[in-house]
């Protein structure tokens, strides 16, 4: 069948087997050649793809729930937002989300997926009290931050590359009503913004969104948007009217003007300060899930998304050259994201370390990937790293210095998967 | 609401139990022949649904045991799910009437023997619904797979005739005809994505068609129309087509 991640590029024609039972694994383990899991195909790159794919979308069961404790176990292939149904009109809600709930729970650790909060929740595996995971020979591993710990700090952010993980008991936070506290703040450039980040640290949730067109004095203009959990309103989510995106949009809608237009709009549309409004989880947290499909906006060549982090120290200079860049070269991004980490964690491949990421998005186009080659010279000069789970076309150099763990990762691989069982297109590019 | 669903580890049985448990609080009779299958079904649904679900045992084929079976039930169900399906393999059927005839029986004969012992109860207590799951494949023979078609149009006949029996009892009887979902069955087979629905979507159109009370529902609403089309192609013509 054609498979591809959520950028729609690579497209390309894979053998896809599903599962219901973990008993039927090890025999498809046994079909010579490379397997990959791909779950619900949000991530945007080459992550999930290979000529033969496992896939998780029959392999979606709750199996238990401690209402004292608030954990839940269940298969990998349930969705958050299944466990965002099912929990949270009974007062509990993922401890960490990113901004998409439309992914499985193996996604997200394979991912190792960091949220609004990970400055001060840390990433996905911070709410994963444990899994079962089948490596490469079929047999099933238990693996905690104690048990098997190296198989555990290699799965979490390790891409799929380690095994099949299998059921999975995660810890969900209590809340108390399904509505978060909104506060807006308007920046006028990236000075501004980053101080109010610092300033802010406190709320619970923040993220920025960024107009990453805007040049000179307003280079880096930003909304700012902070929410805590609320303490009132009620448990159930309003319903939302779906929107759709039916077919690719045509060539040419998106380029540096419209992009810029859009930009301005957005920006202006904000007020220059909301304080404590109250909004349902669902717009605060996933805006762009109520619009099906949206990545057809990018047209029929796909799109790819640049994600990068810096350390602290360095991410004043580096997002200001990174900015100057992009103003200069024109290549305009919707949805240009950023956020300040928290520190970073174990894992030998979790992305988040404590400083400045920024998430652009760009439609694939000729020139872009050169264009994101020098990108990547400045993400390396300022010590930072890129984001596997949004990864299509990073040079396997620039993968390797950014990620100084690597050898540890690689060993375990080494240990548990010697012939290379489990390898993705990206795995292969990226020589990991 | 008391619904058994009839081959409840069909990935559509499956989907449309987890939407009759959500929007009808249905509690559900979960029958098929893999019950450790079941079991793990049951449990999910139970968590995410706060209804009870019971896993049972339940051949399609072993006629003899279906009486026994429906009468175990307490409380009797109030609806009646038939999912379950055998889509065979049509060069091994063709070559030995073994696999032929298993065809038929786990898609009709089979059908036929539980649905009657429930019809007679339904009729009964003028009481009750039947969703019985057909398919497109029933209605015109083509050489790649005539005996599943057969069976399925026999077992569309069928259903239709059991309406016409019940409609006066105010026993409803629903016809669902699938075209292509995507699901176990059909995993290993090249199917057109645009004209595939998913086992969530099937069961949303089932469910639907229960709510309006509809007797046929065609899904995706789609296959209505291709089949409009593909019935109203001569014989002359058909025969020479390689379907
Ligand atoms: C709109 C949008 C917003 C997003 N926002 C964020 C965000 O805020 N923060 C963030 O961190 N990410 C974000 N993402 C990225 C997304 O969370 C990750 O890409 C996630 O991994 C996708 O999960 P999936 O279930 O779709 O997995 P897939 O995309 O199918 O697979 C992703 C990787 O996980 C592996 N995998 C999946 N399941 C298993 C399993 N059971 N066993 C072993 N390996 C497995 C795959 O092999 C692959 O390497 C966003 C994505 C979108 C589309
Ligand atoms: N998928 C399609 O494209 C499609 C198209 C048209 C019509 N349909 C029909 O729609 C229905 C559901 O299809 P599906 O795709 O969801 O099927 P599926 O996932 O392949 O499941 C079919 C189920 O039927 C059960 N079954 C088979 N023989 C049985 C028997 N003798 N006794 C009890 N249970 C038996 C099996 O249960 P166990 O696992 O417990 O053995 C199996 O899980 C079927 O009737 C099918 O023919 C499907």
């Given amino acids: 069948m054609k498979l591809s991640g959520w950028g729609r590029y690579p497209l390309i024609n894979a053998k896809a087997v599903s599962f219901e039972s973990e008993a039927e694994l090890p025999a498809v383990l046994s079909v010579a050649g490379e397997w990959i899991v791909h779950a619900k195909g949000r991530s945007y790159g080459d992550s999930a793809l290979n000529q033969q794919v496992i896939t998780t979308r029959r392999y979606n069961k709750i199996i238990a729930f401690d209402p004292q404790q608030g954990v839940v176990e269940c298969e990998s292939g349930v969705s958050l937002a299944e466990l965002i149904d099912v929990f949270l009109p009974r007062g509990w809600f993922l401890m960490v989300t990113p901004g998409t709930k439309l992914i499985s729970v193996g996604g997200a650790i394979a991912a190792d997926v960091h949220g609004k909060n990970h400055h001060s929740a840390g990433c996905f595996s911070s709410c994963v009290l444990s899994f079962q995971l089948m490596s490469a020979d079929g047999r099933i591993v238990h693996c905690s931050p104690t048990e098997n710990r190296e198989l555990f700090l290699a799965t979490c952010g390790g891409m799929g590359l380690t095994g099949i993980i299998l059921t999975v008991r995660l810890k969900l936070q209590p809340v108390k009503s399904a509505y978060i506290r909104e506060t807006i703040l308007r920046c006028r450039n990236l000075e501004e913004v980053c101080g109010a980040f610092e300033q802010h640290r406190a709320f619970t949730y923040s993220v920025a969104w960024i107009d990453c067109l805007a040049q000179g004095s307003q280079m880096g203009r930003s909304i700012l948007m902070l929410g805590e959990n609320a303490e009132t309103g009620p448990r159930q989510l309003p319903p939302v009217r779906r929107l759709s995106v039916p077919v690719n949009f045509p060539r040419g809608c998106l380029n540096r003007y419209t992009v810029r237009l859009f930009n301005r709009i957005y920006y202006g549309s904000h007020p220059a300060f909301v304080e404590n409004r109250l909004v349902p989880l669902e717009p605060f947290f996933y805006p762009l899930d109520r619009i099906d499909n949206w990545n057809r906006m990018y047209g029929a060549s796909g799109f790819t998304q640049y994600q990068l982090v810096l350390p602290k120290a360095a991410s004043f200079a580096g997002l200001t050259k990174i900015l100057d860049r992009i103003g200069k070269a024109g290549f305009g991004s919707f949805l240009a994201v950023l956020k300040l980490f928290g520190p970073e964690n174990d894992n030998y491949l979790s992305f988040p370390m404590e400083g400045y990421t920024l998430a652009l998005d760009f439609k694939i186009e000729r020139p872009l990937f050169a264009f994101l080659d020098e990108l990547d010279r400045i993400v390396l000069d300022h010590g930072g790293r890129l984001y596997l789970t949004k990864d299509v076309r990073m040079p396997a ?36 | 609401m008391n619904l058994l669903v009839l081959g409840a580890n069909s990935d559509v049985a499956f989907a449309l139990a987890g939407r009759f448990a959500q929007f009808e609080k249905a509690d559900l009779y979960l029958a098929s022949r893999n019950v450790t299958a079941l079991e793990k079904k049951a449990r999910d649904l139970t968590i995410r649904h706060g209804i009870t679900a019971t896993p049972l045992f339940f051949d399609a084929e072993d006629c003899k045991s279906h009486a026994d079976f429906y009468e175990s039930l307490k409380p009797k169900p109030d609806g009646v799910v038939a999912a379950f399906g055998y889509l065979g393999d049509q060069a091994a059927a063709q070559k030995d009437f073994h696999q032929a005839r298993r065809i038929f029986h786990a898609n009709f004969i089979g059908a036929v023997s539980i649905l009657e012992i429930v019809a007679a109860d339904f009729e009964r207590r003028g009481h009750g619904f039947i969703i019985g799951l057909s398919s497109v494949a029933g209605q015109r023979g083509r050489q790649s797979n005539y005996f599943y078609g057969a069976a399925k149009g026999a077992f569309s006949i069928y259903l239709s005739g059991l309406r016409n029996r019940l409609a006066p009892r105010g026993v409803k009887v629903i016809t669902v005809l699938p075209g292509f979902i995507r699901t176990k069955m059909t995993e290993s087979m090249e199917l057109p994505e645009k004209l595939t629905a998913l086992p969530e979507e099937a069961a949303r159109d089932i469910h639907r068609a229960f709510q309006k009370s509809k007797d046929i529902v065609y899904t995706r609403w789609f296959w209505k129309w291709i089949m409009l089309v593909i019935r109203s192609i001569p014989e002359p013509v058909f025969k020479r087509l390689r379907l």
Avoid: M
């Fill in chain 1, 397 to 432: 150099q620039v993968f390797r210095e950014g990620y100084p763990r690597l050898h540890l990762f690689a060993a375990v691989r080494d240990k548990w998967d010697k012939q290379r069982k489990f390898n993705s297109l990206q795995s292969k590019r990226l020589g990991v």
